[in-house]
């Protein structure tokens, strides 16, 4: 199973709202990610969790919290957020350098966010 | 602190012929990979090739090959006999063997087959 599953496909939220975004995966993997892509351009890296502990965070602003709650699952808690915060939010997955050769990510399809 | 280049914001190519796209990177590390990565408009991320920096023959994956010249710190990306679902987003990526687990994607290359 190479596969990386996020939910929900398309979420719209208003500004005062409160929502989470879900991803999970059974590959083993120890390294998981959150990114952020805008329409035409590379993702932007937000946080990463190693082992489940964070051990990056990108100067995400703090209405944007991260939680791995196991080695599985990565959720990413939204709050009153901005327009200028819709976008495309992957998560992905990989081996960490802890685990030997640290190979390439694996990427869910993504929650395409609107706020409102 | 690394940096990966790809010059080249959009690229067409005729079904069937081949076409190459470039990319470059800054590192002062001697162990690293490097990666394609394929994004076709609304559909998910995946990777097309990588490359071991250690590794000196070059990577290939069926119809994708990859030009790696680790002195010039090119990683440039061929695509033989392209087809209409070759169209795509492209993104080089560069990954540290080392460190932690970021991995730094370039710009990305647009690329139409035109049939």
């Known amino acids: 199973d190479t596969e990386v599953t996020q939910t929900p496909k398309h979420l719209v939220m208003g500004m005062t709202n409160k929502k989470s975004l879900k991803c999970e995966q059974h590959m083993g993997h120890r390294a998981m990610y959150w990114y952020k892509q805008k329409a035409k351009k590379p993702p932007e890296l937000m946080f990463v969790?190693?082992?489940?502990?964070?051990?990056i965070n990108e100067s995400v602003p703090s209405r944007f919290s991260p939680e791995c709650p196991n080695s599985s699952l990565l959720n990413l808690h939204l709050h009153a957020l901005q327009p200028e915060d819709s976008a495309l939010y992957l998560c992905a997955s990989s081996q960490t350098v802890g685990q030997g050769n640290a190979y390439e990510q694996y990427f869910g399809p993504g929650t395409r966010l609107t706020v409102t | 602190a690394q940096t990966v280049t790809q010059s080249q914001p959009e690229m067409s190519v005729q079904e069937a012929e081949t076409v190459t796209l470039s990319c470059t990177y800054d590192?002062?590390?001697?162990?690293?990979?490097l990666f394609w990565y394929k994004q076709p408009p609304s559909r998910q991320m995946i990777l097309v090739i990588r490359?071991?920096?250690?590794?000196?023959q070059n990577a290939t994956e069926n119809r994708f090959s990859v030009n790696f010249q680790k002195a010039a710190k090119s990683f440039s990306l061929k695509i033989s006999d392209s087809q209409l679902g070759d169209a795509a987003m492209y993104f080089c990526?560069?990954?540290?063997?080392?460190?932690?687990?970021?991995?730094?994607f370039g710009k990305g290359t647009r690329l139409h087959i035109l049939p």
């Open positions: 590192t002062s590390e001697s162990d690293y990979y």
């Open positions: 990526a560069y990954r540290s063997q080392n460190r932690d687990d970021k991995i730094i």
């Open positions: 969790y190693s082992y489940e502990k964070l051990s």
């Open positions: 490359q071991e920096a250690y590794k000196q």
